[in-house]
């Protein structure tokens, strides 16, 4: 397995309604530059069974369903930095370990005593860039599964609502500017949506429809 | 008299320029322009001098202030200053030739020429016209532009207000969701965001997690036959780790109810298949590989130790590290011989009612073997399939376990344990100690179940290893029952550095942190939020 320097991650969380998501894509080409990608990510989540130990601890698989050969992810998101530091980051800093795995992932951790917790299903698209940070913009919707493992049947959790995510990942040493990076990308997002940290609501932003409609349209304005 | 002459030149001042000229407000006005000018010029010195960037909003705002109020000062003295004209006091060599250019109203040469040309392009097709004409066509091209502007100025304020850019004069003017629309928007967005950072609502009942139909491509290779999803029976285990909740006695009380409620569960299901998620934590072994000798699942390498000390079938049964503790326990009764197990089964029995704080467990997990490890048969015992999920009741166990074995099969000769035991040194057997571990919980191990027999007394360093194995294998759990045999409070220090020092008086031990949580040792955290 092959580890990533960076262990810790810097990310924020925001929701757009489902009918802008094509101007956010629209404002998010612009601004990234690069091509989307799509995004088609099973995750299952597991928790440890008592044999292993006290402390109770979650594992994310995530396999990536979009490419011809599913590829298998093992990620452990650890707790966020707490303090008065850390509460006037605009962003959440937590530790994050990821790595690729084999497909054997799942069985292994079912032999080693972990339990499935539950699962969801991410559908979308994916901005990866850099600007100041190596950032990945995630917007998809979050699907459940009725039944077991059953991805083909998935619906989702919040039909009219989409989850973005902006994600960076950092280490002990740059948190602080990767932050910094991430917060002043996220200010370019604001007509459309506002992020924030996991677990803090923030609503929809009042003028996602009108900055949408001048996204969507083609070029605006009128001519004297 | 020159005095008065000057007082009446004073007093020529015409009543009424001089009120228009409000000469007290336009100085007040001047000295504060002048100030502000003053002052953003030391801003621009001090940014220059500290090489910092300058906050561009704040300078520009400052000067929109500045410009503002110099339009107005200008305008004002524009108003009256046509009946005063400049009249130069101090002439002198400097400034003689350069005062009749300051002072003339007649264009420079250059600029004449700018200006007699942009004339003429204006009024290209209108110089035979009369003048009324021209004037006119040039009223009507200048509303023609008015017009223009003002179609820009709107189109800029309204692009401004979609923006919520704001205006330089006032607030932006946001449009607002219904009430309705936005607290059905705030209770799906609460729905997401659980969903996708804790699983809320995500989680399938017990009874919905079998597989049914066909596999997605994925996973169609992920299970096996004998294999299930394993997954927590529905509402049990996530109550093992409470989250956020301190460690107490109230916590106990509510799992022993917990163990009580899926005993009587389990106890319905004990003949069930091998096959699927009924009791969560046993069916993730397949048939126990005993003839491979060095695999993991086989009894004969239950520990880390050399494998010199495994090649006998003698020495098959060895000291136990912690791979799974259910394993241990069940490796070890299907060793013994069955009239043992019975033995050691009311010997467990005992040690369950002298442990303090368990509450009401009553039972034990028999596990009779059969062929399949993959199910067990629970005897008529009340059981506590809880037990499976407490960690450290486990291990508790298993050092009554041990230590009952060893008292009772004290002469025992086809017990493979104390052959095994004989013939290994000691040394051999703590590979995985930490430094830490104090030798302190020696002293409770003599008191337990010792005869005066001789196995046993050579055998007391083995039960320190023994005791030690269950440490050294990373199991807190083991810490636990020293605390508790030794009724006290001790914080121990075994492999996980100081975890074990949260538990309080229960010597079951719940450990209630959170993976999420700040104070979990593995995690550098602690280290990053002294550097706040």
């Given at each position: ?35 989307r ?48 530091g ?12 990821e ?29 990866q ?12 919707s ?22 973005v ?30 992020l ?23 070029g ?5 | ?102 002072l ?57 207000k ?17 009430k ?11 729905l ?36 299930g ?55 993730n ?22 494998s ?5 079938p ?15 326990q ?23 009612s ?115 194995f269950?440490m ?41 942190l ?13 280290r ?5």
């Amino acid at each position: 397995m092959q580890l990533k320097k960076a262990d810790m991650e810097c990310v924020v969380q925001g929701i757009i309604e489902t009918q802008h998501v094509e101007a956010l894509e629209i404002l998010l080409q612009g601004l990234c530059g690069v091509q989307r990608e799509r995004l088609r990510i099973h995750e299952i989540c597991l928790k440890n069974g008592p044999n292993l130990g006290l402390v109770a601890s979650e594992v994310r698989l995530l396999c990536d369903l979009e490419q011809t050969e599913p590829s298998w992810t093992v990620r452990h998101i650890g707790g966020a930095m707490r303090g008065a530091g850390a509460e006037q980051i605009s962003v959440l800093v937590r530790t994050m370990v990821e790595s690729k795995v084999s497909k054997n992932v799942l069985r292994m951790f079912y032999t080693l005593g972990y339990k499935l917790d539950h699962e969801l299903l991410r559908v979308g698209f994916s901005f990866q860039f850099n600007r100041g940070a190596q950032i990945t913009v995630t917007v998809s919707s979050v699907n459940k599964m009725l039944k077991l493992h059953a991805t083909d049947e998935a619906v989702p959790v919040t039909p009219g609502i989409q989850m973005v995510e902006v994600t960076a990942p950092a280490s002990a040493e740059n948190y602080t500017e990767v932050a910094a990076a991430v917060s002043s990308f996220c200010e370019y997002l604001a007509p459309l949506l506002h992020l924030s940290k996991p677990g803090v609501s923030t609503g929809v932003v009042p003028t996602a429809a009108a900055a949408a409609a001048s996204l969507m349209s083609d070029g605006g304005g009128t001519t004297l | 008299m020159e005095g008065e002459s000057v007082q009446q030149q004073q007093e020529r001042l015409n009543q009424a320029v001089q009120q228009q000229l409000n000469l007290e407000q336009v100085k007040t006005r001047a000295i504060s322009l002048f100030k502000a000018i003053s002052r953003i010029l030391e801003d621009f010195d001090a940014y220059a001098r500290t090489n910092t960037t300058p906050k561009w909003q704040d300078i520009l705002g400052q000067y929109s202030m500045v410009n503002l109020e110099l339009f107005n000062i200008v305008d004002d003295i524009k108003k009256v200053s046509k009946p005063f004209l400049v009249y130069p006091k101090n002439v002198n060599a400097d400034n003689a030739t350069i005062l009749p250019v300051m002072l003339s109203t007649k264009l420079l040469p250059e600029m004449e020429t700018e200006d007699t040309s942009k004339r003429d392009q204006l009024l290209q097709g209108m110089q035979n016209l009369p003048i009324a004409t021209q004037i006119d066509k040039l009223k009507a091209r200048l509303d023609m532009i008015a017009g223009a502007c003002e179609g820009a100025e709107k189109v800029l304020a309204d692009t401004r207000k979609a923006y919520c850019f704001g205006t330089r004069q006032g607030p932006a003017i946001a449009p607002t969701l219904d009430k309705g629309q936005a607290a059905k928007i705030q209770e799906q967005e609460n729905l997401l965001r659980a969903a996708v950072n804790v699983g809320e609502g995500l989680r399938l009942p017990g009874d919905q997690r079998h597989i049914t139909a066909s596999l997605p491509m994925h996973l169609a290779d992920v299970f096996t036959v004998n294999e299930g999803p394993q997954s927590f029976p529905e509402g049990s285990s996530n109550n093992v780790y409470i989250k956020n909740t301190p460690l107490s006695s109230n916590s106990m009380g509510g799992q022993n109810s917990l163990l009580q409620n899926s005993g009587s569960q389990l106890l319905g299901r004990s003949a069930a298949s091998p096959n699927v998620a009924t009791n969560a934590t046993f069916d993730n072994t397949a048939a126990s590989p005993i003839p491979y000798a060095n695999s993991p699942r086989s009894s004969t390498n239950m520990m880390n130790t050399p494998s010199p000390q495994q090649q006998t079938p003698q020495q098959q049964q060895q000291q136990p590290t912690v791979q799974q503790q259910q394993q241990q326990q069940r490796q070890k009764m299907m060793q013994l011989p069955q009239q043992q197990q019975q033995l050691l089964a009311q010997q467990q029995q005992f040690r369950q009612s002298a442990m303090q704080g368990l509450g009401q467990l009553h039972g034990q997990h028999q596990m009779q073997f059969s062929q399949q490890i993959g199910h067990q048969q629970f005897q008529g015992r009340q059981l506590t399939s809880g037990h499976v999920q407490h960690g450290i009741g486990q291990s508790q166990l298993n050092q009554g376990n041990q230590m009952a074995r060893i008292s009772q099969f004290s002469g025992a000769a086809n017990n493979a344990l104390f052959n095994a035991a004989q013939t290994t040194p000691n040394t051999q057997m703590i590979p995985n100690i930490s430094a830490g571990i104090s030798s302190q919980p020696l002293l409770p191990r003599m008191q337990f179940g010792l005869s005066g027999n001789n196995p046993q007394r050579n055998h007391a360093s083995q039960m320190l290893s023994d005791q030690m194995f269950n440490m050294g294998g990373g199991n807190p759990g083991g810490m636990m029952s020293i605390q508790q045999q030794q009724q006290q409070q001790q914080s121990s220090q075994g492999a996980f550095g100081g975890l074990a020092s949260n538990a309080q008086n229960l010597p079951s031990g719940m450990m209630t942190l959170q993976n999420t949580q700040q104070n979990h040792p593995n995690f550098s955290q602690q280290r990053q939020q002294n550097q706040q």
